[in-house]
């Protein structure tokens, strides 16, 4: 009866999230196919009411591959555009996953086959309203790239003769995306429902990050905007182009943006440019993201990260971007000072600041882990041997041990400054990214105490207190209010009441005593001054006094704190 009713409840459940059920039951199948199936089977989709809805028959013939990780991967990539970039997503938070399956979901690709020339034109022509002759003078159709979402052509605007780049949403993706969000949810729950342990980590929420972020992809109005953004940011650097977009040709469906002509940048070196100065700049230019312009590239690679003819950085694809409020850049310069400084107890302090906790921490264990941690890490080791990706990575891992979560948008700032200092290490050997951030973080933490920011933060607290002087007596009358009508009750212990009591009385009482010591010995002081001491004097007298009283105190502290 039990089985039936967990059965019946599991698909009900399915029904009601998901409208897709064929979907689902491709999910069970590449599950199933790739050595998962108690996966299906914890989820009750393999009792024989609904296995033949569900899930084909598993083909014994094609092994999955041995490794648990590895055949996470595959599923992933199999069940094609939304799980590849929940995977790519995922690989970005240490905090919620093994390092071994963060590396494993790395390697993810947006391996799929293009679009026809047709269905790229039909997109384009329904987003523009008119033909595609009539504004682009040549349309490439053979795709630039090809990604899950998007393809990108190559053309050139009738009008200005500009080379450009379009980039293309895929007929339909949308609502692929939608179906597979929907059982993504339900999957959440189920292994909230299933695996208990893993409410600490929050699945549904997750989800939900997931699906705000991949919606964002989803409406190209939001990459147009960010790259205008990011040209604004970066509008006095001779080093970085952002390309421009042309707003009018764009739509949530189709984005049009300059052509830029470069290589990736671990290609570069083979041109000639100066690599050991395009690594400074990477990091330069990332720092300045992060903590100048709170808005930072989240999806940095070296396909996003060009180097052009003329030897600027190019960046391209800004449909994931990672934000810092002022409050997180100030704990993250901390970190980072701790970090270059080798001061580990400030680091384990700055570590615990940006962490979201879970439950009561033992700080003292986890400073002590955090020390050791790091000691490791640097050890005797100049800073320029020190492995960043692994600090990170080992102080992430030490957080989790003592149920500390680092927030999404911190550890996507870790996973691009890995990013970067990976890239910059295959460029140049040399790169010492903890040196090349000193100056900068140096500056902001000056900047910190500056008379303008203190002036700011005045006003602050200041507009803060105004608007709670307003809004208590309004809060304070309902409150009360609510208690008249017996909306609202309090409850109190006696015994809690008289404990209480007896506490304020013990404090009152040493606060007493502690005054009267201080008065006796200021007595004694000035009288001493003015008529020295002399045995069973007043000054003597008082002198004793003070001392004997201020011993009482201090022996009561110690048999029973404040």
């Not at 997109?123 to 504004?135: F, M, T």
């Not at 690599?275 to 993201?289: F, G, N, P, S, T």
Request: charged share 25%; glycine share 6%.
């Amino acid at each position: 009866m039990s089985t039936m009713r967990a059965v019946y409840s599991n698909l009900r459940a399915a029904r009601t999230a998901i409208k897709d059920v064929g979907r689902l039951r491709q999910i069970a199948s590449v599950l199933v196919r790739h050595g998962l199936g108690y996966v299906v089977q914890a989820w009750h989709l393999q009792d024989k009411f609904i296995v033949n809805l569900l899930v084909e028959k598993r083909d014994e013939s094609a092994a999955p591959p041995p490794d648990l990780f590895e055949r996470i991967g595959v599923v992933l990539q199999e069940l094609g555009p939304t799980f590849v970039k929940l995977g790519q997503i995922l690989s970005t938070r240490p905090d919620l996953i093994p390092a071994e399956l963060c590396d494993q979901l790395k390697r993810l690709q947006d391996d799929v086959g293009p679009i026809t020339a047709e269905e790229a034109r039909a997109v384009l022509v329904e987003s523009l309203g008119q033909p595609v002759e009539a504004v682009f003078d040549a349309f490439e159709d053979a795709p630039l790239a090809s990604a899950s979402i998007a393809q990108v052509h190559v053309a050139t605007l009738r009008e200005t003769g500009e080379d450009v780049v379009i980039k293309i949403q895929r007929p339909g993706i949308a609502h692929t995306i939608q179906s597979d969000l929907n059982i993504l949810y339900w999957v959440a729950r189920q292994i909230e429902q299933t695996i208990p342990e893993a409410q600490a980590f929050d699945p549904v929420s997750i989800a939900r990050e997931f699906d705000k972020a991949i919606s964002k992809e989803l409406d190209f109005s939001y990459e147009a905007t960010n790259l205008e953004r990011f040209a604004r940011n970066f509008a006095d650097w001779d080093t970085v182009h952002i390309p421009a977009v042309h707003r009018s040709l764009s739509t949530e469906r189709v984005l049009v943006m300059e052509r830029l002509y470069g290589v990736k940048i671990t290609e570069a070196s083979r041109d000639g440019h100066d690599m050991d100065a395009i690594a400074r700049e990477c990091v330069r230019m990332l720092l300045k993201q992060v903590f100048a312009d709170g808005v930072f590239h989240g999806d940095l690679h070296p396909g996003n990260l060009l180097v052009l003819e003329d030897g600027r950085i190019g960046l391209i694809d800004f449909g994931l971007i990672g934000r810092m409020t002022q409050p997180m850049k100030d704990r993250m310069a901390d970190l980072f000072l701790n970090l270059i400084t080798q001061n580990y107890s400030g680091l384990a302090r700055s570590l615990y600041d940006i962490s979201r906790k879970n439950g009561p921490v033992d700080y003292g264990a986890f400073e002590a882990d955090v020390c050791e941690l790091a000691d490791k890490n640097f050890g005797s080791a100049s800073l320029a041997d020190v492995d960043f990706g692994n600090v990170v990575r080992d102080l992430i891992e030490g957080a989790i041990r003592h149920d500390l979560r680092i927030p999404p948008d911190y550890t996507m700032f870790f996973k691009a400054l890995m990013t970067v200092e990976g890239i910059g290490k295959i460029v140049s050997p040399d790169l010492d990214l903890l040196e090349e951030s000193r100056p900068h973080i140096e500056r902001i933490i000056a900047e910190r105490y500056s008379p303008e920011r203190m002036l700011r933060a005045a006003v602050d607290t200041g507009q803060a207190l105004v608007k709670f002087s307003r809004q208590f007596p309004v809060t304070a009358h309902q409150f009360l209010t609510q208690i008249e009508d017996g909306k609202l009750s309090l409850g109190i212990d006696a015994r809690q009441l008289a404990q209480m009591e007896t506490a304020r009385d013990r404090r009152f009482n040493r606060a007493l005593l502690s005054f009267g010591s201080a008065t006796l010995l200021l007595a004694a002081v000035l009288l001493h001054g003015l008529r020295g001491i002399e045995v069973l004097s007043v000054p003597t007298l008082l002198y004793a006094l003070g001392v004997g009283t201020g011993f009482r105190v201090w022996w009561r502290l110690r048999r029973e704190p404040w």
